[in-house]
């Protein structure tokens, strides 16, 4: 296994890695900076385009990207200033100030799904909530209860989702049964206890034999577990704190990982903190779903 820098990004917290098929590009958040970031791997070009709040999670979506933001739910066109114009889809209720969306996905029917967290983890209160956006300016809070949700995913069928809670009292992962009709998550089981395993469950990755690759944050390692819940392997990249994995490249067969750069902390023994990265996972991934609108 080889593990290749394809960019020094530094991002604060680089996030919501999700491959472009059409661009054979790689975009990504920055969620302090407020970014996003496109990388292409033919020429390395690299372009990024500033928002006006904390930018969270992405999705493709008709023509531009539907997001996850700090006040609500957005849809993203990238301009050619360097600036991103934000339409607002709905708004949230958090349930305290200081709260953002953190990670989301689509799932394989193209529904957009996000997670709400606290941006001071420190204080561990369970007031996160898993958000469906049904398309008409609303939200539906599905599973609540959480500190920080992560590692949302759903199988290959779509029949299945799964869901971690990455603060460090609870790092769990979760796997639920999943409605495709309705877009309702049900019968939750424990999938995988983190605290047995080294890092805490970050972003998620579902490749095309439904295993479930994991970033271990802390531990700088990504994780895939089996549909059974069975660790088959755990790659290593140089950083401390990998926080989420994407299938890329052509053939899909790239797991390219964002990370994030620690502030106010001494990075002697990880220079690459923030980084983005490229391993050869060994196996394919799936094209992400898009936004339907």
């Known amino acids: 296994m080889t593990c290749e820098l394809i960019l020094d990004a530094r991002n604060g917290t680089g996030e919501s890695p999700v491959w472009h098929a059409g661009e054979q590009a790689l975009y990504w958040v920055d969620i302090p900076a407020r970014q996003l970031h496109r990388w292409r791997p033919a020429d390395g070009a690299h372009q990024v385009w500033q928002g006006d709040e904390m ?103 779509g029949r299945r989702m799964y ?23 049900y019968n939750q089981q424990l999938f995988v206890d983190m605290r047995d395993y080294p890092g805490r469950p970050d972003g998620a990755a579902i490749d ?24 088959d392997r755990s790659l290593e990249v140089p950083v401390k704190k990998p926080a989420m994995c994407a299938f890329g490249g052509a053939d ?12 106010n902390t001494d990075l002697g023994d990880q220079p690459l ?9 060994g196996t394919k991934g799936l094209e992400e779903p898009a936004w339907q609108g």
Do not use: K
């Open 55 to 157: 930018l969270a999670c992405i999705a493709r979506g008709p023509q531009g990207w539907i997001a996850g933001m700090q006040s609500g739910i957005f849809e993203l066109h990238a301009q050619a200033d360097g600036r991103l114009a934000q339409t607002p889809l709905a708004s949230v209720e958090h349930a305290q100030p200081g709260m953002r969306f953190n990670d989301g996905r689509c799932d394989r029917q193209g529904r957009f799904w996000a997670g709400t967290m606290q941006m001071d983890m420190q204080q561990g209160a369970s007031v996160g909530a898993l958000y469906r956006y049904d398309g008409e300016h609303r939200l539906h809070v599905q599973h609540g209860g959480m500190i920080v949700p992560n590692g949302l995913a759903f199988s290959p069928d």
């Open 163 to 185: 869901l971690s809670d990455s603060h460090p009292d609870v790092q769990q992962i979760w796997a639920f049964d999943y409605d495709t009709d309705s877009a309702t998550p």
């Open 208 to 231: 095309q034999d439904g295993c479930y690759w994991i970033c271990g944050n802390d531990a700088g390692l990504i994780h895939r577990f089996t549909p059974q819940g069975r660790l």
């Open 252 to 263: 899909l067969d790239t797991l390219y990982v964002t990370s994030i750069r620690p502030a």
């Open 273 to 281: 903190a923030g980084g983005v990265f490229a391993l050869n996972p």
